[in-house]
Protein backbone atom coordinates (compact mmCIF):
# COMPACT_ATOMS: atom_id res chain seq x y z
CA UNK A 1 0.00 0.00 0.00
CA UNK A 2 1.27 3.34 -1.13
CA UNK A 3 1.91 6.19 1.75
CA UNK A 4 -0.82 8.70 1.69
CA UNK A 5 -1.87 11.99 3.93
CA UNK A 6 -4.92 13.24 3.67
CA UNK A 7 -6.65 16.59 2.89
CA UNK A 8 -9.74 17.94 4.33
CA UNK A 9 -12.91 18.47 1.71
CA UNK A 10 -15.37 18.94 4.11
CA UNK A 11 -15.03 19.50 8.01
CA UNK A 12 -17.72 17.57 10.18
CA UNK A 13 -19.74 20.95 10.88
CA UNK A 14 -20.29 21.25 6.66
CA UNK A 15 -21.34 17.63 6.56
CA UNK A 16 -23.59 17.46 9.68
CA UNK A 17 -25.25 20.28 7.59
CA UNK A 18 -25.69 18.56 4.85
CA UNK A 19 -26.90 15.65 6.15
CA UNK A 20 -29.67 17.79 8.23
CA UNK A 21 -30.88 19.40 5.31
CA UNK A 22 -31.05 16.23 3.13
CA UNK A 23 -33.06 14.92 6.16
CA UNK A 24 -35.37 17.71 6.29
CA UNK A 25 -36.20 17.28 2.36
CA UNK A 26 -36.46 13.62 2.86
CA UNK A 27 -38.78 14.06 5.56
CA UNK A 28 -40.88 16.74 3.74
CA UNK A 29 -41.20 14.30 0.41
CA UNK A 30 -42.24 11.56 2.03
CA UNK A 31 -44.28 13.10 4.74
CA UNK A 32 -47.34 10.86 5.77
CA UNK A 33 -45.79 7.69 4.24
CA UNK A 34 -43.06 5.19 5.87
CA UNK A 35 -39.49 5.00 4.05
CA UNK A 36 -37.71 1.78 4.00
CA UNK A 37 -34.24 2.40 3.87
CA UNK A 38 -31.98 0.26 2.45
CA UNK A 39 -28.00 1.21 3.55
CA UNK A 40 -25.55 -0.01 0.89
CA UNK A 41 -22.81 -1.59 2.90
CA UNK A 42 -20.15 -0.69 4.10
CA UNK A 43 -20.09 2.63 3.04
CA UNK A 44 -22.93 4.21 3.71
CA UNK A 45 -23.28 2.73 7.18
CA UNK A 46 -22.01 6.02 9.26
CA UNK A 47 -24.20 8.45 6.46
CA UNK A 48 -27.20 6.15 6.67
CA UNK A 49 -27.47 6.61 10.89
CA UNK A 50 -26.88 10.03 10.45
CA UNK A 51 -29.51 11.04 7.98
CA UNK A 52 -31.40 8.51 9.39
CA UNK A 53 -32.00 9.77 12.89
CA UNK A 54 -32.61 12.96 11.92
CA UNK A 55 -35.68 11.66 9.47
CA UNK A 56 -39.56 12.53 11.16
CA UNK A 57 -41.08 9.92 8.60
CA UNK A 58 -41.35 6.34 9.80
CA UNK A 59 -37.94 4.68 8.86
CA UNK A 60 -37.57 0.65 8.40
CA UNK A 61 -34.16 -0.08 7.64
CA UNK A 62 -32.29 -3.09 6.02
CA UNK A 63 -29.15 -3.47 4.19
CA UNK A 64 -27.11 -4.62 1.06
CA UNK A 65 -23.22 -5.23 0.22
CA UNK A 66 -22.49 -5.39 -3.33
CA UNK A 67 -19.02 -5.39 -4.32
CA UNK A 68 -17.76 -4.41 -7.83
CA UNK A 69 -14.33 -5.74 -8.94
CA UNK A 70 -11.61 -3.74 -9.93
CA UNK A 71 -8.74 -2.20 -8.33
CA UNK A 72 -8.85 -0.13 -4.22
CA UNK A 73 -9.75 3.18 -6.57
CA UNK A 74 -11.30 2.35 -9.99
CA UNK A 75 -14.55 -0.13 -10.16
CA UNK A 76 -15.16 -2.44 -13.02
CA UNK A 77 -18.73 -3.12 -13.47
CA UNK A 78 -18.72 -6.74 -12.63
CA UNK A 79 -20.88 -6.38 -9.26
CA UNK A 80 -21.44 -9.19 -7.21
CA UNK A 81 -24.07 -9.10 -4.56
CA UNK A 82 -22.01 -10.30 -1.03
CA UNK A 83 -25.41 -10.02 0.82
CA UNK A 84 -28.60 -9.62 -0.11
CA UNK A 85 -32.00 -7.86 1.61
CA UNK A 86 -33.63 -9.87 4.33
CA UNK A 87 -36.91 -8.55 3.54
CA UNK A 88 -39.31 -8.39 0.63
CA UNK A 89 -39.53 -4.78 -1.11
CA UNK A 90 -42.43 -4.86 -2.92
CA UNK A 91 -44.99 -2.24 -2.74
CA UNK A 92 -42.59 -0.51 -0.39
CA UNK A 93 -41.31 2.99 -0.93
CA UNK A 94 -37.69 2.37 -1.12
CA UNK A 95 -34.48 4.78 -0.79
CA UNK A 96 -31.50 3.29 -1.61
CA UNK A 97 -28.55 5.13 0.14
CA UNK A 98 -25.16 5.07 -1.09
CA UNK A 99 -21.73 7.00 0.08
CA UNK A 100 -20.63 7.79 -3.43
CA UNK A 101 -21.51 7.62 -7.06
CA UNK A 102 -18.51 7.44 -9.48
CA UNK A 103 -19.06 5.77 -12.55
CA UNK A 104 -22.66 4.81 -11.81
CA UNK A 105 -21.82 1.13 -12.68
CA UNK A 106 -22.52 -0.35 -9.02
CA UNK A 107 -25.52 1.75 -8.61
CA UNK A 108 -26.64 1.11 -12.03
CA UNK A 109 -26.78 -2.87 -11.60
CA UNK A 110 -28.55 -2.67 -7.89
CA UNK A 111 -30.78 0.21 -8.98
CA UNK A 112 -31.90 -2.41 -12.06
CA UNK A 113 -31.81 -5.39 -9.67
CA UNK A 114 -34.15 -3.59 -6.84
CA UNK A 115 -36.56 -2.40 -9.42
CA UNK A 116 -37.35 -5.68 -10.73
CA UNK A 117 -38.79 -6.61 -7.24
CA UNK A 118 -41.75 -4.06 -7.58
CA UNK A 119 -41.35 -1.56 -5.06
CA UNK A 120 -43.91 1.20 -4.67
CA UNK A 121 -41.46 3.42 -5.43
CA UNK A 122 -37.49 3.66 -6.01
CA UNK A 123 -35.33 6.58 -5.18
CA UNK A 124 -31.30 6.99 -4.42
CA UNK A 125 -29.93 8.87 -2.40
CA UNK A 126 -25.81 9.18 -1.71
CA UNK A 127 -23.58 11.76 0.20
CA UNK A 128 -21.35 12.69 -2.75
CA UNK A 129 -21.43 12.58 -6.29
CA UNK A 130 -18.13 12.64 -8.81
CA UNK A 131 -20.47 13.71 -12.57
CA UNK A 132 -17.22 13.51 -14.86
CA UNK A 133 -16.67 9.94 -14.22
CA UNK A 134 -20.18 8.93 -14.98
CA UNK A 135 -20.35 6.27 -17.30
CA UNK A 136 -23.77 4.47 -16.42
CA UNK A 137 -26.33 6.88 -16.30
CA UNK A 138 -27.80 6.78 -12.99
CA UNK A 139 -30.90 9.08 -11.52
CA UNK A 140 -30.19 10.12 -8.10
CA UNK A 141 -32.77 12.30 -6.34
CA UNK A 142 -30.63 13.10 -3.33
CA UNK A 143 -27.11 14.35 -3.27
CA UNK A 144 -24.77 15.70 -0.44
CA UNK A 145 -22.26 17.07 -2.38
CA UNK A 146 -20.97 16.91 -6.03
CA UNK A 147 -17.00 16.85 -5.84
CA UNK A 148 -14.74 16.72 -8.57
CA UNK A 149 -12.90 13.90 -9.82
CA UNK A 150 -10.83 12.69 -6.46
CA UNK A 151 -10.35 9.86 -4.63
CA UNK A 152 -11.51 10.75 -1.09
CA UNK A 153 -12.32 9.18 2.67
CA UNK A 154 -14.37 9.37 5.63
CA UNK A 155 -18.07 9.62 7.07
CA UNK A 156 -17.59 5.70 5.82
CA UNK A 157 -15.85 6.08 2.65
CA UNK A 158 -12.09 3.81 2.50
CA UNK A 159 -8.74 3.37 0.98
CA UNK A 160 -8.46 -0.56 1.52
CA UNK A 161 -10.27 -0.35 4.42
CA UNK A 162 -8.70 2.66 5.98
CA UNK A 163 -10.25 5.84 6.95
CA UNK A 164 -14.00 4.94 7.11
CA UNK A 165 -14.16 6.40 10.99
CA UNK A 166 -12.72 9.48 10.52
CA UNK A 167 -15.49 12.19 10.93
CA UNK A 168 -14.94 14.61 7.84
CA UNK A 169 -14.64 13.99 4.61
CA UNK A 170 -10.68 13.89 2.57
CA UNK A 171 -8.76 13.59 0.01
CA UNK A 172 -6.25 10.70 -0.02
CA UNK A 173 -2.90 12.51 -1.18
CA UNK A 174 0.21 9.93 -2.67
CA UNK A 175 3.15 11.14 -0.87
CA UNK A 176 6.33 10.73 -3.26
CA UNK A 177 9.45 8.75 -2.16
P1 LIG B 1 -18.98 3.15 -9.18
O1 LIG B 1 -19.55 1.81 -9.53
O2 LIG B 1 -17.80 3.51 -10.04
O3 LIG B 1 -20.01 4.26 -9.18
O4 LIG B 1 -18.32 3.01 -7.77
C1 LIG B 1 -19.02 3.20 -6.62
C2 LIG B 1 -18.25 2.61 -5.46
O5 LIG B 1 -16.84 2.81 -5.61
C3 LIG B 1 -18.64 3.33 -4.20
O6 LIG B 1 -19.69 2.68 -3.54
C4 LIG B 1 -17.37 3.28 -3.41
O7 LIG B 1 -17.31 2.07 -2.69
C5 LIG B 1 -16.27 3.27 -4.42
N1 LIG B 1 -15.69 4.61 -4.64
C6 LIG B 1 -15.77 5.38 -5.73
N2 LIG B 1 -15.12 6.54 -5.56
C7 LIG B 1 -14.63 6.52 -4.31
C8 LIG B 1 -13.87 7.45 -3.52
O8 LIG B 1 -13.49 8.56 -3.94
N3 LIG B 1 -13.55 7.05 -2.27
C9 LIG B 1 -13.94 5.85 -1.74
N4 LIG B 1 -14.65 4.96 -2.43
C10 LIG B 1 -15.00 5.28 -3.70
MG1 LIG C 1 -19.05 1.29 -1.75
Same mark, same amino acid.
Given at each position: ??K???E ?21 ? #? ?6 I?C ?9 C ?21 ? !? ?8 I????D? !? ?9 ED ?19 P ?5 C ?15 ? #? ?11 GC?M ?8 L?Y ?9
Amino acid at each position: MKKYHIEKMFTEEEVDARVEALAAQISKD #YEGRPVHIICMLKGAAFFTCALAKRLTVPVTLDFMSASSYGS !STQSSGIVRINKDLDE !SIEGKDVLVIEDIIDTGRTLGYILGLLGDREPASLRLCVLLDKPDRRVVEVPVD #YTGFEIPDEFVVGCGMDYDQQCRNLPYIGIVKFDED
